[in-house]
T-cell receptor, first 117, second 114 residues
Framework: GAVVSQHPSRVICKSGTSVKIECRSLDFQATTMFWYRQFPKQSLMLMATSNEGSKATYEQGVEKDKFLINHASLTLSTLTVTSAHPEDSSFYIC?????????????FGPGTRLTVL | AQSVAQPEDQVNVAEGNPLTVKCTYSVSGNPYLFWYVQYPNRGLQFLLKYITGDNLVKGSYGFEAEFNKSQTSFHLKKPSALVSDSALYFCAVRDPPNDYKLSFGAGTTVTVRA
């Protein structure tokens, strides 16, 4: 149980284009989903937290107009990287929590490797 | 604010030997502590967590961790390492009810040689 999927697993795009990454909780309803960014050989940096039906909460320094997050249902959150540039190339990982309770752990997706040319 | 420190960038052990990956934390309240493992180009896999109760927590793949409040540590251990345990390990902490977010350590790369 508690499986989270991401699509696509890998994407290459041209500079200036937009890319959408999907995060799905397959066997549970996720009240909260998180989006992380990971640079090579570094830790995960939280970008934003999304709650179903409300606006995402972005971490300091993350441009909300560049990284659009939508959490339209209890099983799907999307991250859209708008007008992507080479510096946006990174490994993006989502996680999902089954509820708002303090005991709820996060379950992580397999990640999406974005390369912007 | 909560934080996690993993003092070792790399840990190298021989297969069959004990494996320890160190983690210390800083929170204002009682911590929720987690260990995750990441294989190349993959997401994070949950290993174990400490919420409350017994200080020794047993998790997946033969791993365990001991919560030590006085030393603010949560070291990950495995009595006999396998080559397949070679991966990147992350310690993470939550500081409820102040914060629902996870803060991750920098990660420790474990290499188990045959």
């Amino acid at each position: 149980g508690a499986v989270v999927s991401q699509h696509p697993s890998r994407v290459i795009c041209k500079s200036g284009t937009s890319v959408k990454i999907e995060c799905r909780s397959l066997d549970f309803q996720a009240t909260t989903m998180f989006w992380y960014r990971q640079f090579p050989k570094q830790s995960l940096m939280l970008m934003a937290t999304s709650n179903e039906g409300s606006k995402a909460t972005y971490e300091q320094g993350v441009e909300k107009d560049k990284f659009l997050i939508n959490h339209a249902s209890l099983t799907l959150s999307t991250l859209t990287v708008t007008s992507a540039h080479p510096e946006d190339s990174s490994f993006y990982i989502c996680s999902a929590a089954p509820g708002a309770g303090a005991y709820n752990e996060q379950f992580f997706g397999p990640g999406t490797r974005l390369t912007v040319l | 604010a909560q934080s996690v420190a993993q003092p070792e960038d790399q840990v190298n052990v021989a297969e069959g030997n004990p494996l320890t990956v160190k983690c210390t934390y800083s929170v204002s309240g009682n911590p929720y502590l987690f260990w995750y493992v990441q294989y190349p180009n993959r997401g994070l896999q949950f290993l174990l967590k400490y919420i409350t109760g017994d200080n020794l927590v047993k998790g997946s793949y033969g791993f365990e961790a001991e919560f030590n409040k006085s030393q603010t540590s949560f070291h990950l251990k495995k009595p006999s390492a396998l080559v397949s345990d070679s991966a990147l390990y992350f310690c993470a902490v939550r500081d409820p009810p102040n914060d629902y977010k996870l803060s991750f350590g920098a990660g420790t790369t474990v290499t188990v040689r045959a």
